[in-house]
């Protein structure tokens, strides 16, 4: 996948990705509110694609899984960081949402147009033409995304049990 | 959901429920969430249901629901509060609960240990709040990188239950994935008041020698009461950094700082005195247990004499939600664990954390102030 890069700094967390006022009025209408108090055109100006790049720590706070939910919403395809909360990873993931620790993540520009192979851990910076190593994904949470995220790898895990059983 | 996945819940027996979030339900959206969760405990047949009673953190270990040795997930991320017991506890998100309550299972990669060693002993107007904003401001939101943290030495042995819920419920803001002790004769205690009877606590201690990722060794008998500045936990420091800073609102509440001896902690400073006409003194008693036996000692009416407005047993302002939450550039001093910007309000609203004492006192002087100087 590729995209344009927004980037972020350390301990981006989740109040700031999703705000608990906004909570309860359901995903679209939180979605709104991402990132505003940081970047408040975040959220009318992300496009379809697009991937957001952090420092140390992103997603730190909250179980709020609204937090990754809020940036897939929005058309995010990935997420790259130096290094993730491991909540906020764990939702990500959870999600379907593709997040990938990167050493290098502070290296990239605001702007850059990214390419990521989650599966072999790399990132190629189209805009410079560097390439980043990042951490491969562990094979079972690879599966997961690769199936979408937790709720359809259990719709498929339980259809295949079902069908074992009978 | 379930019904989509033709799944049923994996235990029920095995489920706790309890509403803390959206109480009381002041808006058609936290009504509806709230009937969600009612008609869900009956439908999936949930017994252990505690719908109102108290915040979940604090409802679980009083209802006997934690003891030594357990492997728990709870949907909230001051899960790990549960550590306390000498559970291995940490928060997950809904998706993730969802996988869990429908086939019992969840994977881990096994943490490091990271050891906090608290030597000494707590002097008078000091607490576990201010022992853990030190531990947040010498690791960062970082430090612990996701790993379990491990309170050991003489200062934790010597703190009550709830005081070592405190600590392990803070475990998150340095990034650990939970906080535990090892269960001893305190804990035994406690669970036997709950009901929790012939546990053995020894197969559930460290290993002496056993290998640890970090050790940070912190000194109980210097610590001073400690403030975290906006916006970040991490932002610690001792409270003569702070003194003299503006407050509109004082806030008691919360599962890291409303329990009983939280709200014993603040009745002691305010026992006597007045807020200041300034300030707007709230507190909101993190269980209903709890709240009645303030009663019974006459804490609750020290606190209220004080002239505090007290709400429900719930997550209240902490989580952002209900009719108090923080308005446009009010500043608070709150018992609470997070003070991330905007979590409790208004963007350009400002949290201050700190413990019940330094709470409580800066209520009475109507800015931050060391609480010592009203305890001698």
């Known amino acids: 996948m590729s995209g344009r890069a927004w980037v972020f700094g350390d301990n981006v967390d989740t109040d700031v990705l999703a705000p608990g006022q906004y909570m309860k009025f359901g995903i679209e209408e939180l979605s709104r509110h991402c990132l505003e108090s940081v970047e408040p055109n975040f959220a009318k100006e992300v496009q379809q694609g697009d991937i957001v790049v952090g420092r140390r720590n992103f997603g730190a706070g909250s179980s709020r899984e609204q937090a990754p939910e809020a940036l897939k919403y929005l058309g995010v395809a990935v997420l790259i960081a130096e290094s993730f909360a491991g909540l906020f990873y764990r939702n990500a993931i959870n999600l379907g949402l593709p997040a990938i620790v990167c050493a290098d993540s502070g290296r990239i520009r605001a702007g850059d147009q990214l390419r990521v192979d989650a599966g072999a851990g790399r990132i190629e910076n189209l805009s410079t033409g560097e390439t980043f190593a990042c951490e491969p994904i562990p094979g079972h949470l690879l599966e997961l995304l690769n199936d979408g995220g937790l709720l359809p790898h259990l719709e498929k895990r339980l259809a295949r049990e079902r069908g074992a059983a009978t | ?376």
């Not at chain 2, 490091?112 to 010498?138: F, H, N, P, Y």
């Not at chain 2, 803001?173 to 305190?186: K, R």
């Not at chain 2, 009983?260 to 247990?289: T, W, Y």
Request: aromatic share 6%; proline share 6%.
């Open chain 2, 1 to 376: 959901m379930l019904e989509r996945l033709g799944a049923k819940v994996w235990d029920p027996d095995k489920i706790v429920l309890i509403t803390d979030h959206y109480l009381p339900a002041h808006d058609d959206e936290s009504r509806r969430i709230l009937r969600t969760a009612r008609d869900w405990a009956r439908e999936a047949g949930v017994r252990r249901f505690y719908d109102g009673i108290g915040i979940c953190h604090v409802v679980l270990p009083e209802m006997g629901h934690l003891r030594p040795g357990m492997f728990a997930i709870g949907g909230d991320s001051h899960s790990p509060t549960g550590g306390a017991f000498g559970t291995y506890m940490f928060g997950i998100g809904a998706t993730e609960m969802f996988g869990v309550l429908v086939t019992g299972e969840i994977w881990v990669r096994v943490p490091q240990t990271v050891d906090i060693e608290w030597s000494g002993r707590l002097s008078e107007g000091t607490c576990a709040k201010d022992m853990m904003l030190a531990v947040c401001a010498k690791l960062g939101l970082d430090g612990a990188q996701y790993q379990a943290l491990q309170y050991t030495g003489e200062a934790i042995s010597a703190l009550p239950m709830q005081e070592r819920m405190t600590l392990c419920n803070m475990a998150p803001e340095v990034g650990a994935q939970t906080g535990i002790i090892a269960p001893d004769e305190v804990t035994l205690k406690w669970l036997e008041s709950t009901g929790v009877t012939g546990v053995d606590p020894s197969p559930w201690q460290g290993d002496p020698g056993a290998p640890l990722g970090a050790q940070h060794r912190f000194d109980a008998s210097s610590l001073s009461p400690y403030v975290a500045a906006p916006h970040s936990p991490a932002n610690s420091a001792p409270v003569e950094q702070h003194a003299g800073q503006h407050i509109d609102i004082a806030y008691i509440g919360a599962c890291t700082g409303a329990k009983l001896e939280d709200l014993r902690m603040a009745a002691k400073v305010l026992k006597g005195r007045r807020a200041a006409s300034n300030v707007r003194l709230i507190v909101a008693p993190a269980s209903r247990r709890d709240q009645e036996i303030a009663q019974a000692e006459g804490i609750l009416a020290a606190i209220m004499e004080a002239g505090a407005s007290l709400l429900p047993n719930a997550c209240g302002i902490c989580a952002g939600y209900g009719e108090n939450r923080l308005t446009e550039n009010e500043v608070a001093i709150t018992s609470t664990a997070r003070n991330f910007k905007g979590r409790m309000g208004a963007a350009s609203s400002q949290v201050y954390l700190a413990s019940p004492y330094t709470v409580a006192a800066s209520a009475i002087a109507g800015r931050i102030c060391d609480p010592r100087e009203m305890l001698s």
